[in-house]
Nanobody
């Protein structure tokens, strides 16, 4: 599988960004997808996930602000991030489990200034 994330950048607190992740070399529609993030000095954490059927889950701190979605036509997963906070600053990774192993894209940096 190949996972290519994009859309990160520098934004002021209260702003928004939309991350995209293009996925190839798998039958995308059959796979659950997720976004993780890793802030400086912290462990990587799950931000949001979406099943192949479209069911979603969110980490508590992003509920009501972030929306994960997918397009099976475009083989892509998205993360709409609204009302961004400085504590959202991190490298964001899209991910899936393929052949029993969690796979990662290269990450995209999101920096939220106060």
């Amino acid at each position: 599988v190949q996972l290519q994330a994009s859309g990160g950048g520098l934004v002021q607190a209260g702003g928004f960004l939309r991350l995209s992740c293009g996925v190839s070399r798998i039958i995308f529609s059959a796979y659950d997808m997720a976004w993780y993030r890793q802030a400086p000095g912290k462990e990587r954490e799950l931000v949001a996930s979406i099943t192949s059927g479209g069911g979603t889950t969110y980490e508590n701190s992003v509920k009501g602000r972030f929306i994960i979605s997918r397009s099976n036509a475009e083989d892509a997963v998205y993360l709409q991030m609204n009302s961004l906070k400085p504590e959202d600053t991190a490298v964001y990774y899209c991910s899936t489990v393929e052949r029993g192993r969690r796979r990662w894209g290269q990450g995209t940096l999101v920096t939220v200034s106060s």
